[in-house]
Structure formats: structure tokens, C-alpha cells
């Protein structure tokens, strides 16, 4: 059914929102109402492969194919969260994967450019905005570690992938006093650094948590999968 829409907070997994929202985030330290509310209304159930479709509200990681994975909703609500949006943002994300952070992130700004390298997962993230009616959260196909200039500067930046430093492209196409989430370390194991271009150019660096993201791969990222 090609015409298929998509209800945001449908009944039938209302409940295993709420108990998401409040067990998982809410318990855990997340104050930000906005992103409670977002993840209170994205059916995660649609961004999961069928089979999966039962575990879309479980703690922690899932597949979504290609060898990828969407992250645990914890790490979703504690990205959106550091990025401190309040409405009419544009905002970049890196590795679109199966499009659930940039539908999160489309409730919370104005608009989401979400840069992925693998076309299938693209094509997908794309069909699940449109069925849900997020029409200015938008695909871009492409390596993210160079960013996306033609919609350049943003005035946030989250990267779901993890690098061994900071794309030097992504600090560029930040605005001056935007913030950028980034997990930032090995192959393995990363820490979430959240990055603030201050006013005078200068960056400001918080390391935060510590996490395990899929390898971001490209030109200023990792060289080989
Ligand atoms: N935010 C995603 C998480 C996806 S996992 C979600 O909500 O589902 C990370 C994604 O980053 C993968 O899909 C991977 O293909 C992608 N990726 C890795 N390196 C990339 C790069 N250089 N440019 C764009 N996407 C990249």
C-alpha cells in the first residue's frame, strides 16, 4: 500500500511509549519536555525491521540491516537533549540509518537535513518521514564527515556515528554559538563530546558519557569498514 500514512502516537504502543519515556528517559535524568513529549510520539515500532517491531521499545540498541544499528533510546533522548533545541533550529544530523533520531529531531526544530552513506537505509529513513508526515526532514545521500554545504551553516549538528575526531567540515558548517553532539574515540568504544562554536570562533568541548556507536566512515572519518 503505497499511499499508506502513518499516525504519530498511535494507541496500540502508547503504552510502551509512556513506559519508555518515563522508565527509560524521565528515570534516568532526562528533564528536557520537549524531548519527552517528541519520543512520546514517534512510533519507533516503524523505524525497526518487522521482526524487531516487538523489541522497538526495548532499552537498548537495534538492527536495522546493512550491519547497522538505531540506538538505544536513552542515547537518542540524551543527544537531542545537548543539542538544546527550542523550535526554529536547522539542524544537520550524520547517519541518517533508519530516520527515527531525525523524526525525533523534526519534532524539536524547524528543519532536518539527514546525511546517510548507505542508499537502501536512506531510501527507507525517507518513505518512513513521508508516511509520517515529517516534510521538512529531508535525506541527503553522501559522506556526512563533509557535512552538507548547500544547506550550510546549521545552527545544530548531531553525528550518530563514531569518529576519531572532530570533521573539521562539520565545525565549518556550524554557526557561530551553535552546538554539535558528537561521539568522539575508537573503533570501539567513544565518548560523547558535545562541541560549542563560540561567537569568537573558538571551540568549546564537553566530554560526556561514555558509548558505543557503528564506525563513522569517510573522508575525515574512519578509511575502511
Ligand atoms: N540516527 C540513526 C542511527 C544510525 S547508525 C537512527 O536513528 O537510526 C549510524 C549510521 O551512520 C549508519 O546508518 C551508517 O551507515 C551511517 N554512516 C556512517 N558513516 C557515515 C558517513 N560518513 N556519512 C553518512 N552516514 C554515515
New binding site residues.
Given amino acids: 500500500m503505497e499511499d499508506e500514512t502513518w499516525e504519530m502516537d498511535p494507541p496500540a504502543s502508547r503504552g510502551a511509549r509512556w513506559r519508555m519515556a518515563a522508565g527509560q528517559l524521565e528515570a534516568r535524568g532526562i528533564l528536557d519536555r520537549r524531548v519527552l513529549e517528541a519520543m512520546s510520539r514517534i512510533p519507533r515500532e516503524r523505524?525497526v525491521p518487522p521482526e524487531w517491531a516487538e523489541a522497538a521499545y526495548d532499552d537498548g540498541p537495534l538492527p536495522?540491516g546493512?550491519d547497522?544499528?538505531?540506538?538505544q533510546p536513552y542515547m537518542?533522548a540524551v543527544m537531542s537533549e545537548l543539542l538544546e533545541l527550542r523550535g526554529p533550529e536547522r539542524v544537520l544530523?550524520?547517519?541518517?540509518?533508519?530516520?527515527?533520531?531525525?523524526a525525533v529531531l523534526g519534532l524539536l526544530a524547524a528543519r532536518v537535513v539527514a546525511?546517510?552513506?548507505?542508499p537502501q537505509?536512506l531510501d527507507e529513513a525517507r518513505e518512513r518521514w513521508r508516511r509520517l508526515g515529517l516534510d521538512h526532514v529531508v535525506g541527503a545521500a553522501?559522506?556526512?564527515?563533509l557535512g552538507w554545504p548547500p544547506e550550510a551553516p546549521y545552527d545544530a549538528i548531531c553525528v550518530?556515528?563514531g569518529a576519531p575526531a572532530i570533521p573539521r567540515p562539520l565545525i565549518d558548517q556550524l554557526r557561530p554559538g551553535g552546538v554539535m553532539v558528537i561521539p568522539v574515540g575508537s573503533r570501539y568504544i567513544q565518548g560523547l563530546w558535545r562541541v560549542r562554536r563560540g561567537r569568537n570562533g573558538l571551540l568549546e568541548v564537553e566530554k560526556g558519557l561514555g558509548c558505543r556507536?557503528?564506525?563513522?566512515?569517510?573522508r575525515d572519518?574512519w578509511k575502511n569498514p
Fill in positions: 523505524f536495522i546493512c547497522q544499528t538505531l540506538s537518542v544530523e550524520i547517519g541518517a540509518g533508519s530516520g527515527y533520531g531525525a546525511v546517510e552513506r548507505i537505509l553522501g559522506d556526512g564527515t550518530t556515528a556507536f557503528v564506525p563513522l566512515l569517510g572519518g
